[in-house]
């Protein structure tokens, strides 16, 4: 087991630009999530995949973000045309649920992805 | 927006003493869990509480649910250094359907243990 891992660890890129983060969730898990975290706030939720299906997304997700599962395994999570209000840590999260099994457990966090827009 | 809300913002104890932190939250949760976070790193969950318990245990962990008053706290016992860390909880609020772990985060309490 070898946990939730993100790639890159840190990007900084400049205004306008497009940045790509891939997420690896725990290998049998079939939930992913991804939220961001900006500076002393805690983390918020911007969208969540049953593996390939995604589900639920969230109104922080403009139409610049995009998300996908593709083959229910590993995620990317696209950011087009960067802002500088887009500067922050991104977070991706795997668990294990049963289909139409009410969800009672912990997210399993990666260590992020910190985005720095210039 | 974020829902939950955290008192106090820092503490700063000392190794031995016992570190209490609070959460508030506005509607009614399925589950409440606390999660902790080191200084630039990803968060590790730490214990969860269902809306039907009053309080739970895990190791130097007390977790305590009030669903009447909409708050929860954590209490850490005979705290270490290497308890330094920003902990957060985070509010489950799916409960007319299937929950899936969308998860409400507050905006942490920074904890600061000195040897």
């Known amino acids: 087991d070898t946990g939730v891992s993100q790639d890159p660890r840190h990007k900084i890129t400049k205004r306008g630009q497009n940045v790509t983060f891939r997420c690896d969730p725990i290998?049998?898990?079939?939930?992913l999530y991804w939220y961001r975290q900006t500076l002393g706030q805690g983390p918020e939720f911007l969208t969540y995949f049953q593996n390939e299906a995604q589900l639920e997304k969230s109104r922080l997700l403009s139409d610049r973000f995009s998300a996908e599962r593709p083959k229910g395994s590993f995620s990317t999570l696209e950011i087009q045309r960067t802002e500088q209000g887009d500067s922050a840590m991104y977070l991706c999260?795997?668990?294990?649920?049963?289909?139409?099994?009410?969800?009672?457990?912990?997210?399993?966090f990666g260590e992020g992805s910190r985005l720095t827009v210039l | 927006s974020q829902q939950g809300e955290e008192d106090p913002q820092a503490l700063s104890i000392q190794e031995g003493e016992n570190a209490t932190m609070n959460c508030s939250y506005k509607?009614?949760?399925?589950?409440l869990q606390w999660y902790r976070q080191n200084s630039g790193r990803g968060l590790v969950h730490l214990i969860l509480?269902?809306?039907?318990?009053r309080e739970k245990h895990s190791g130097r962990l007390r977790v305590t649910l009030d669903t009447s008053k909409k708050s929860s706290s954590l209490l850490i016992t005979a705290s270490r250094a290497a308890d330094t860390a920003s902990y957060f909880c985070?509010?489950?609020?799916?409960?007319?359907?299937?929950?899936?772990?969308?998860?409400?985060f507050g905006q942490g309490t920074i904890l600061t243990v000195h040897p």
């Open positions: 509480i269902r809306s039907n318990e």
């Open positions: 985070a509010t489950d609020h799916r409960t007319g359907g299937t929950s899936y772990g969308k998860l409400t």
């Open positions: 290998s049998e898990h079939n939930r």
């Open positions: 509607t009614s949760i399925n589950n």
């Open positions: 999260a795997s668990s294990l649920g049963l289909a139409g099994a009410s969800f009672t457990g912990e997210l399993f």
